[in-house]
Structure formats: structure tokens, C-alpha cells
């Protein structure tokens, strides 16, 4: 899960990268509408499945780390990425869309700092055991 966490904040710097992009080609009036896009679809969230079905992702993470993971999770997912696309596109046909990106970035960065800990973190003893197999 550590690996996975760190693999995407990795994820939240490309796509803090691109937004960047989109910022320095929407100003310059450089942009085409298909280049206006937000992508997310290398987001990997694969723990999330094995360890809820086990019942060991609630336990692993507690309540305040688990309601941070899933804010980051619903955030950083293709389907919010499509709508975030599609109201992109129509804030920059109303010249918004530098508003509605650099919104979109404090968004980004909020739910990456508070993965960042969880990153780092060390295993609890319930986690130890768990990967090591014995009893805590």
C-alpha cells in the first residue's frame, strides 16, 4: 500500500506538471480544445480491492487516515477527471478556466499533503503482522 501511495503522489506531480502546461498554453492563446484535458488515468489504486476484501484496509489505515485515502481516491479518479474535463472546457469557453485550474491545483496539492504522511509512515505492530503473517 506504501508503494502504491508513493507511485501516486509520483502521479499528482505529472499532474500538477500538466496543469502547469495548461496554464502557460491557455494564456499565451495557444491551446486547441483537445489539448484541454486533466489526466488521471494512471492513478493505481489495486490495494484498495485485496485488503477491503479481507477486512484489513479499515484496520491498516483507522478512521481519520481512511477518510484522507478515500478523499484522495475519490479525487484522483478517471470518471472525476472527465467531469473535471468537461467543466473545464466550458470555463474556458466563458474565459474562466485559469480560475477554475489554479482551483483545481489547491485541490491537487490539499489531498496529496495529507497522503504524504501516510506515505512515510511506519508500519503498526497489526500492520507487521499482517505482511510478516503472525500474530500481533
Known amino acids: 500500500m506504501q508503494v502504491e501511495i508513493t507511485y501516486n503522489l509520483d502521479e499528482v506531480d ?6 502547469q502546461w495548461l496554464k502557460g498554453r491557455i494564456s499565451a492563446g495557444q491551446i486547441e480544445e483537445d489539448q484541454i484535458f486533466l489526466p488521471m488515468h494512471k492513478f493505481d489504486y489495486s490495494t484498495i480491492g485485496p ?37 473545464l472546457k466550458l470555463e474556458h469557453g466563458a474565459n474562466n478556466s485559469m480560475a477554475y485550474l489554479d482551483w483545481i491545483e489547491e485541490e491537487a496539492k490539499s489531498h496529496s499533503s495529507k497522503m504524504r504522511p501516510l506515505r ?10 499482517l505482511v510478516l503473517g503472525s500474530e500481533p
Open 14 to 19: 505529472s499532474f500538477l506538471k500538466h496543469i
Open 51 to 87: 485488503l477491503s476484501n479481507y477486512g484489513h484496509f479499515h484496520m491498516l489505515l483507522g478512521a481519520d487516515n481512511l477518510r484522507k485515502y478515500l478523499e484522495f481516491y475519490y479525487f484522483f479518479r478517471s470518471d472525476n477527471a472527465s467531469f473535471l474535463t468537461q467543466r
Open 120 to 129: 512515510d509512515a511506519k508500519l503498526t505492530q497489526f500492520a507487521k503482522a
